[in-house]
């Protein structure tokens, strides 16, 4: 069994930063990517950011220059650091994590931003 919970949401004006965590507890050997989707208010949920355990990034085109993925293995933990917010970014965000081909989903976690 893996556990993921995601941390760091809020309510920031736009313009403004927000670091998004998810720590991974339990069996985590064997995870292989993770990353960070969204889902906004009425619309499908969105892949915003990966990163293999290799440690490759990718970025969905809307992010790119303002969010920044990065997993810490000693930690177990993966982040996101999003700056120059704007209110598109708004939704709950969800940390993910693949082991022997099975996705595992956090609770996720709201984030809003107000223009």
């Known amino acids: 069994q893996v556990q993921l919970v995601e941390s760091g949401g809020g309510l920031v004006q736009a313009g403004g930063s927000l670091r998004l965590s998810c720590a991974a507890s339990g069996s985590i050997f064997s995870i292989n990517g993770m990353g960070w989707y969204r889902q906004a208010p009425g619309k499908q949920r969105e892949l915003v950011a990966t990163?293999?355990?290799?440690?490759?990034?990718d970025y969905v085109d809307s992010v790119k220059g303002r969010f920044t993925i990065s997993r810490v293995n000693a930690k177990n933990t993966l982040y996101l650091q999003m700056n120059s917010l704007k209110p598109e970014d708004t939704g709950v965000y969800y940390c993910y994590a693949v082991r022997y081909g099975s996705t595992l989903w956090g609770q996720g976690t709201q984030v809003t931003v107000s223009s």
């Open positions: 990163c293999t355990s290799g440690g490759s990034t």
